[in-house]
């Protein structure tokens, strides 16, 4: 067979693969239902801030009231 003919049947075969794949895991996060003002971590979310881009990641320890109906970290 024909080194042609071999590429064309491994590209043929993974084209097969990837359509069929299905990913195991889907995750969904939502900032608003998601938010707490209880934990710093909270799961895939953490509030705080860095100095720059790639920094040091500095959570927020203490939470406050933005109006009497708006709470923040």
Same mark, same amino acid.
């Given at each position: 067979m024909a080194l042609i003919?071999?590429? +064309?049947i491994m590209l043929m075969a993974a084209f097969i693969l990837g359509m069929?794949? +299905?990913p195991s895991f889907s995750a969904v996060f939502n900032a608003a239902s998601d938010f707490s003002l209880t934990n710093n971590p909270n799961g895939a979310w953490r509030y705080g801030w860095s100095s720059s881009l790639g920094s040091n990641f500095n959570l927020y320890s203490n939470l406050g009231k933005l109006t009497p109906t708006i709470d923040l970290w």
């Open positions: 003919e071999k590429f +064309k069929t794949a +299905k």
